[in-house]
C-alpha cells in the first residue's frame, strides 16, 4: 500500500484517470460509472483488471455535462478505485483534483467534503483540466511556451481556454455543449433508425465510434462517394456484435476494408476516386464476394456515411439543433476575447487535448476551417497531443512532482478552519 505522495486524479465525465505524482503513465483508467450487466442485480465498480461484459449493461454516472451531480456515487466509485486499485491511504497523501472551469460553489463544497471528511486527504490542490494540458505541453517543448489555446474535446463538453503562464484566462473560455457522449448518442440513433436497434448498447457504439469514425475533409464528396454501390463505396465497412457465447465485445469485420478511405486525397474529385478504388477493386473482389455470404449466425451491420457525418457535429453542432457555434468558430471567439497582443501568439499555440480529439484527420479540418477566419498575417499551428487521453494527467503528474507543490495545497486543517469557500480562493 502507497504510503506517502500525492495522488493525482483526473475526475473526467467518461473515464476516471488516477496514479501517482511523478510518473509518467496513471496506475489506473477506468469508467466513472457504475454499471449493471443483464445477468446481476447489483450496480458493480469497474475494474481495470477484471473482463466485464457490458453488452445492455445500464450505466449510472456521478458526472452530468461536466459537473458533479451525484457526490454519493462518486463516494462509491472512488471508494473502490483508493482501496482496491491504487491501495492508497488517503490520511496520510496528498490529493490533485481536476474540475471543469465554471464549476458552482455548492459543486465545489461537495467535492471538497468528500475528499477532506470521506476519505480524510492530508491536502487538496484543485487544478483545471487546460492549465495541466499546457504546463505538460510546457514541460515537453525545448522554448516553453508562455501562453497558449486549449481545446479541451472531452465526454461532456467541449472549451476553447486560453492559458497565460499557467492560468486560464476565464473571461476568454468559451464552451460548446458536445462531446464524446453526444456523439455516441447520435450514432446510436443513425444505427438504430437504419440497421438495428443499439439504443442500450451505450459501450458498444462507443467502441464503434472510436474504430471506424474520421473526419471528412470535403464532406459534400464524400456523401457522394458513400452513395455508391459495392465496390465502388470506400467508406462501408462492417461491424459485428457481440453473440455473448464465442465473443463477449464487437469487433470491425474487416479491419483492412474498413482502412480505405485513407488513399482518397483531400482533394481529390469523384474521378480520381473512382480510379483509386479501381486500383484496390481487384483485391476487394474477393472480400465482397465473401461478405455477400451473409452469415446468419453472427448479428452485424454496416456503416457507410455514419462514419464522417458523427464527427462532423464538431464542427456543426446546429445539425444536431443545438443552437451553438461550431469549433472553429468557437476558438475565434476565444481568442477574440483576449487582448490583441496575445492574437497571434495563441494561434500559433493550439494545443488539442481530450478523447474526441482522437478522429483521424481532425487537427488538418480544424485548421483548413480556422484558416479563412484567421488574419493572413497570423500563422496558425495546431499540436495534437501525443496521447491527448493522458495529456491532462500527465500535466497533473508534472505538478505534484514540483518542489512548490506542498506550499499551494490546502491542508485539512486550514479546510476545518476555514471553510470551503476561503480555501477555494487559493487555487485560482
Not at 16 to 39: F, M, Q, T, W
Not at 83 to 106: D, G, M
Not at 136 to 151: F, G, H, N, T
Not at 281 to 294: C, G, N, S
Request: glycine residues 6%.
Amino acid at each position: 500500500m502507497h504510503q506517502n505522495g500525492v495522488v493525482v486524479l483526473d475526475n473526467g465525465g467518461g473515464l476516471i484517470k488516477a496514479g501517482y505524482g511523478g510518473e509518467r503513465d496513471p496506475a489506473a483508467i477506468i469508467p466513472n460509472c457504475v454499471y449493471r450487466p443483464l445477468s446481476s442485480k447489483k450496480w458493480l465498480t469497474p475494474s481495470p483488471t477484471d473482463p466485464i461484459d457490458l453488452t445492455s449493461a445500464s450505466v449510472r454516472r456521478p458526472i452530468d455535462r461536466g459537473y458533479l451531480i451525484n457526490p454519493d456515487l462518486q463516494r462509491e466509485i472512488w471508494a473502490h478505485l483508493f482501496s482496491q486499485v491504487l491501495r492508497v491511504n488517503p490520511a496520510q497523501s496528498s490529493l490533485l483534483l481536476t474540475e471543469p472551469l465554471f464549476t458552482l460553489p455548492s459543486i465545489q463544497r461537495a467535492a471538497d467534503e468528500l475528499v477532506f471528511e470521506d476519505f480524510n486527504f492530508s491536502a487538496l490542490y484543485v487544478a483545471h483540466a487546460p492549465s495541466l494540458a499546457h504546463l505538460y505541453e510546457a514541460s515537453r517543448r525545448p522554448v516553453k511556451a508562455q501562453c497558449s489555446l486549449v481545446v479541451d474535446c472531452g465526454f461532456s463538453f467541449t472549451h476553447a481556454v486560453p492559458v497565460f503562464q499557467n492560468f486560464p484566462i476565464n473571461y476568454a473560455a468559451k464552451r460548446i455543449d458536445l462531446g464524446g457522449k453526444a456523439l455516441t448518442n447520435y450514432l446510436k440513433e443513425l444505427v438504430s433508425y437504419r440497421s438495428v436497434n443499439v439504443m442500450d448498447e451505450t459501450f458498444l457504439i462507443d467502441d464503434v465510434k472510436e474504430k471506424l469514425c474520421f473526419v471528412s475533409m470535403n464532406v459534400t464528396r464524400d456523401l457522394q462517394i458513400a452513395k455508391k454501390h459495392g465496390k465502388d463505396n470506400a467508406f462501408r465497412c462492417t461491424y459485428v456484435l457481440p453473440d455473448g457465447v464465442t465473443h463477449t465485445q464487437g469487433y470491425v469485420k474487416d479491419p483492412e476494408e474498413a482502412k480505405r478511405y485513407l488513399a482518397i486525397g483531400d482533394s481529390d474529385s469523384l474521378q480520381e476516386v473512382a480510379k483509386k478504388m479501381d486500383v484496390n477493386r481487384v483485391e476487394v473482389l474477393d472480400k465482397l464476394e465473401e461478405r455477400k455470404k451473409i452469415d446468419l449466425s453472427k448479428n452485424e451491420f454496416d456503416l457507410t456515411n455514419e462514419r464522417f457525418l458523427v464527427p462532423e457535429m464538431i464542427f456543426h453542432p446546429a445539425d444536431l439543433g443545438m443552437n451553438q457555434a461550431g469549433l472553429a468558430e468557437c476558438i475565434v471567439r476565444a481568442v477574440s476575447s483576449c487582448h490583441p497582443h496575445l492574437h497571434p501568439v495563441l494561434y500559433e499555440s493550439i494545443i488539442l487535448t481530450g478523447g474526441s480529439t482522437l478522429f483521424p484527420r481532425l487537427a488538418d479540418r480544424l485548421e483548413r476551417e480556422l484558416r479563412p477566419l484567421v488574419p493572413d498575417d497570423y500563422q496558425v499551428k495546431i499540436t495534437p497531443q501525443e496521447d491527448p487521453i493522458l495529456g491532462v494527467w500527465r500535466g497533473g503528474s508534472v505538478l505534484a512532482s514540483s518542489p512548490d507543490f506542498e506550499a499551494m495545497c490546502v491542508t485539512k486543517a486550514e479546510y476545518e478552519e476555514l471553510g470551503s469557500a476561503r480555501c477555494r480562493k487559493r487555487f485560482f
